[in-house]
């Protein structure tokens, strides 16, 4: 029977290289000339350190563009609170992948609302697409294409 998987996964080596070119640009502002501020990545945690609130809001906005233009999905980030203080404000950025179960039941929800003849089992951190024919399994992927899911999804595993 053929079957594919969805999964969410996020390519490592370009978030490093998003990060190192967003603290290279930085360097070159004009505005952050001087500054204390820079960009700390620890696994999948980025922090971002400036002196002031509206620089980190600056700072979110340049490492946005550089992780969209790296083809890393903005969504997969879960942004909390700037942290403030006299002389620094401190910022955590958590890149979450993986399809949690209770994002995984909403998939299955979708696709079993959908009416197509096919089976969605939630296994570890993916959920495992199964149908008779193909062009079933090509709707599912459409459908979740479509679908407005709070995670960026990738269709990896496809087999006849």
């Not at 998003?18 to 204390?36: C, I, P, S, Y």
């Not at 971002?48 to 969504?75: H, N």
Request: with cysteine.
């Amino acid at each position: 029977m053929p079957s594919f998987d969805i999964v969410s996964e996020l390519k490592h080596n370009e978030v490093v290289n998003a990060v190192d070119q967003a603290t290279r640009e930085l360097a070159t502002r004009f505005d952050f000339r001087g500054a204390n501020a820079k960009f700390e990545l620890n696994d999948k945690v980025i922090t971002i350190i400036a002196p002031s609130e509206f620089q980190l809001q600056q700072m979110l906005d340049i490492l946005s563009l550089r992780l969209a233009k790296r083809g890393i999905d903005v969504q997969c980030m879960k942004i909390d609170d700037p942290v403030i203080n006299l002389a620094t404000a401190r910022q955590l950025i958590t890149l979450r992948e993986g399809i949690d179960s209770e994002l995984g039941k909403k998939v299955q929800r979708v696709i079993k609302d959908s009416k197509i003849k096919v089976q969605a089992a939630l296994q570890d951190k993916q959920v495992r697409v199964t149908g008779k024919s193909r062009d079933d399994l090509q709707a599912v992927i459409a459908l979740i294409r479509a679908a407005e899911l709070e995670m960026p999804m990738q269709f990896t595993n496809f087999r006849d």
